[in-house]
């Protein structure tokens, strides 16, 4: 089965760069989240989207921003990189609100970013 | 604040043991409640979910309990074998769609053979 598809795997960026993370959510899912994992941390809620609008938002920093295109992938924008936003960042998928197993979401493997 | 608590930090376990992950949570809003097993450098995986209108839910090895009242649930992972090492995360959220997860801390189970 097709599966939450994020790229790239791996980034390494220098202090005060940007980066763009993507998301590919599974195929007839329309809403896809972000989450930030720090080492050995539980993850943390960023940001989501629904049908290209922003559906809630949690501890996401001004300096990063999303949106979600028309076929329903997702950018995750990052400027101005601090040390402190290494970490992994996955993005997750869920069908449409209220219908069958909107509930559940299913998460892509992880983009690693590394800030040097 | 941990809106969702998570005990033990980490486990070990005999293979063919029982491995058992408490969680508690506060929000009563929170209706579905998800289990991840997480393996290093890989994102979260379903495991089972439960919602607080069954007490119990099996599938195959691992056992949801549930406790409305007391606002806990479990997992309960039968016959540990060395492949379930990894890191579970209990979970909630309010069903209904586009809703955040909120994840436990954690627990990092190792199954020793």
């Given at each position: 089965?097709?599966?939450?598809?994020?790229?790239?795997?791996?980034?390494?960026?220098?202090?005060?760069e940007?980066?763009?993370?993507?998301?590919?959510?599974?195929?007839?899912?329309?809403?896809?989240y972000?989450?930030?994992?720090?080492?050995?941390q539980?993850p943390?809620?960023?940001?989501s989207?629904?049908?290209?609008?922003q559906?809630?938002?949690?501890?996401?920093?001004?300096?990063?921003?999303?949106?979600?295109?028309?076929?329903?992938?997702?950018?995750?924008?990052?400027?101005?990189?601090?040390?402190?936003?290494?970490?992994?960042?996955?993005?997750?998928?869920?069908?449409?609100?209220?219908?069958?197993?909107?509930?559940?979401q299913?998460?892509?493997?992880g983009?690693?970013?590394?800030?040097? | 604040q941990?809106?969702?608590?998570?005990?033990p930090?980490?486990l070990?376990?005999?293979?063919?043991?029982?491995s058992i992950?408490?969680?508690?949570?506060?929000?009563?809003?929170?209706?579905y409640?998800?289990?991840?097993?997480?393996?290093?450098?890989?994102?979260?995986?379903?495991?089972?979910?439960?919602r607080?209108?069954?007490?119990?839910?099996?599938?195959?090895?691992?056992?949801?309990?549930?406790?409305?009242?007391?606002?806990?649930?479990?997992?309960?992972?039968?016959d540990?074998?060395?492949?379930?090492?990894?890191?579970?995360?209990?979970a909630?959220?309010?069903s209904?769609?586009?809703?955040k997860?909120t994840?436990?801390?954690?627990?990092?189970?190792?199954?020793?053979?």
């Amino acid at each position: 089965a097709a599966g939450v598809i994020q790229s790239p795997r791996h980034l390494i960026k220098e202090k005060r760069e940007t980066a763009t993370l993507k998301c590919y959510p599974i195929p007839r899912h329309d809403t896809v989240y972000w989450y930030q994992q720090g080492p050995g941390q539980d993850p943390q809620f960023l940001i989501s989207f629904y049908e290209k609008m922003q559906s809630d938002k949690g501890s996401i920093p001004d300096r990063f921003s999303a949106q979600q295109f028309s076929d329903y992938h997702s950018e995750l924008n990052m400027s101005s990189l601090e040390l402190g936003d290494s970490a992994l960042y996955f993005c997750a998928s869920s069908p449409t609100p209220g219908g069958r197993g909107s509930d559940t979401q299913y998460f892509g493997p992880g983009t690693r970013l590394t800030v040097l | 604040q941990q809106q969702v608590k998570q005990s033990p930090q980490s486990l070990i376990v005999q293979k063919g043991g029982i491995s058992i992950i408490n969680c508690a949570y506060e929000n009563t809003a929170f209706d579905y409640f998800p289990w991840y097993q997480q393996f290093p450098g890989k994102g979260p995986a379903l495991l089972i979910a439960i919602r607080p209108d069954v007490s119990e839910k099996k599938e195959g090895r691992f056992t949801i309990s549930f406790n409305k009242s007391a606002k806990q649930f479990s997992l309960h992972i039968m016959d540990s074998q060395p492949g379930d090492s990894a890191t579970y995360f209990c979970a909630a959220t309010v069903s209904g769609g586009y809703q955040k997860v909120t994840f436990g801390t954690g627990t990092k189970l190792q199954v020793i053979p």
